[in-house]
């Protein structure tokens, strides 16, 4: 194997970023050259891509099969995060009828660009205009294992919309808001670059804001 390399197209290859380009080729010892072009690669990408989001959805409906007949109800204190308390199966059920409807690239849940789930006073602020969760996104996040920032920031949209009837003005941040001035891809971000961050954020709120709600992940 040390004797496999990657060799570029020669000169008189097709142009580049052409379907027939030829992408990769390894000589090893004295077979015959194993060659691929750019097509083969995309499609090869695809096809795994598409089995991950099969794969991901047969995971989510087997845990949610499971909770349609839990009877217990959401903690009250997380009203303000996923709406009205139901008990899990009822929401199971909803979940797992309404997904098998879905292709991948469906849309679940989606904000208008204005940024408001219903009507609100013109001043209200608000990050996430235009924001969108589509089935694939449902799939991947939806396992008993973890909550991707899709799904948080849907939720986080959902309470800012809440939050723009309190009496104080309250601003709900991001996950890639509350990130950008915490920790990035696991790393602490440094104090000079938090405080830009920071000030970054605070610009996007009116000077009138001085309560901000963020989500602070504690050892993942």
Known sequence: MTAAGRANPPASANAVGS????????????FEPVVAFATTLDETSSVLAFNDTI???????????????CNDVLP???SSFCG???????????VRGDLAKCRPGDSVWAL????????????TPHSFGGFAV???DMCVAGQ???????????????????CGWATVPIAVLSTSQSASYTTVARKVVGTSSA??????????????????????????
């Open 19 to 30: 379907p027939e380009e030829l992408a990769l080729r390894i000589s090893l010892d004295n």
């Open 55 to 69: 794969d991901s959805a047969r995971r989510l409906l087997s845990w949610v099969s499971g909770l349609t007949v």
């Open 76 to 78: 009250a204190q997380l």
């Open 84 to 94: 009205d308390a139901l008990p899990v199966q009822t929401m199971a059920a909803a």
């Open 112 to 123: 208008p660009p204005s940024g408001v789930l219903s009507p609100m006073p013109p001043s």
């Open 134 to 136: 589509t089935a694939q």
């Open 144 to 162: 008993p294992e973890f909550l991707t920032y899709t799904l948080l920031d849907g939720g986080f949209a959902e309470l800012q919309d809440r």
């Open 195 to 220: 405080v830009a961050s920071i000030l970054d954020v605070l610009n996007t709120w009116d000077t009138s804001i001085d309560r901000f709600v963020m989500l602070f992940n504690v050892g993942n």
